[in-house]
């Protein structure tokens, strides 16, 4: 893909950050508390991030390109459990 994500933490949150390869620039996607790994891709615009906190360990998805994520699975343990 054009766009590379990592995870970073910064004042306790985690930060997802994107780089885009062909502009050489780097942004934050989103900055929520408990957002961690495993960052993956579903398609070319489309990703998936954990978030685990105390009240929620869960996967959202969210596009590369803006808006709002969505839940995509209560995560119990290490098992997703999806909504569809």
């Known amino acids: 893909g ?3 994500l990592w995870v970073d933490v910064r004042d306790g949150k985690g930060v997802l950050l994107g780089y885009n390869v062909t502009e050489k620039t780097e942004s934050v996607v989103r900055t929520e508390a408990g957002l961690g790994d495993p960052v993956y891709w579903l398609d070319n615009t489309h990703f998936v991030y954990r978030v685990s906190t105390t009240q929620e360990t869960a996967d959202y998805v969210m596009s590369i390109d803006g808006g709002e994520p969505q ?4 995560v119990v343990g290490n098992r997703s459990r999806y909504f569809y």
């Open 2 to 4: 054009m766009n590379a």
């Open 71 to 74: 839940k995509l699975a209560d």
